[in-house]
């Protein structure tokens, strides 16, 4: 997860990149962190609005073409020069299985339960094909610690945030999957 609740293994990984590319992506000031998790950002979308304290942050915007042509032509060029292909690789699969998601310390007041370890006791027992609705604010990424799951069964409410639109949205994606899983 790119942005404000990276964990420490992502933060690392994205200390060794050079340039982000981000084709149809927006970045927002939460995504790159305030501008703080990333060195170069490219973005090849006209959302694409990397911001740090109300400023760009060091990027360029491609505004025109196609962009899988764009990106199919970048490909090349990197291959050509011989760069590194990416951090793929089954050792880097086994440190993200393995990495705690959220290390922070914090003090957890007597008869309160770690938001942590309620998660991962969700994860453990809510089925892996389940679809999963939260609304906003910081519970909104509970997720980020859950394994095993597609990022298209998480439905997340983020750009308004009301106290109570969550039921919508998740009666909503209930009609969309028509299915009883949608929970």
């Known amino acids: ?3 404000g609740f990276s964990s420490e293994l992502a933060r690392e990984l ?3 990149s050079d340039l982000l ?17 990333f060195q170069g950002i490219c973005g090849a979308d006209r959302r694409t609005a ?3 304290e109300g400023r760009p942050a060091g990027r360029r915007s491609v ?4 962009r899988e042509a764009g990106a199919e032509a970048l490909a090349r060029e990197l291959t050509r020069y011989g760069t590194k292909s990416g951090f793929r690789s089954p050792k880097l699969a086994q440190r993200i299985a393995m990495a705690a998601p959220d290390t922070a310390l914090f003090p957890i007041e007597p008869g309160t339960l770690d ?4 998660v991962a006791e969700l994860d453990r027992v809510i089925p892996k094909d389940w679809e999963m609705v939260s ?6 990424y509970f997720q980020t610690h859950m394994r095993g799951r597609r990022p298209e069964q998480f439905h997340v409410m983020r750009e308004f945030g009301a106290i109570g639109n969550s039921i919508s949205i998740a009666i909503g994606v209930a009609a969309a999957k028509n299915n009883a899983k949608s929970r």
């Open 1 to 3: 997860m790119a942005g």
């Open 14 to 16: 994205f200390a060794e």
């Open 21 to 37: 590319i981000a084709i149809g992506a927006s970045l927002t000031y939460y995504t790159v962190d305030g501008g703080a998790l």
């Open 50 to 52: 990397a911001r740090s």
């Open 63 to 66: 505004r025109e073409g196609r």
């Open 115 to 118: 938001p942590r370890h309620v």
């Open 135 to 140: 609304g906003s604010g910081h519970q909104a």
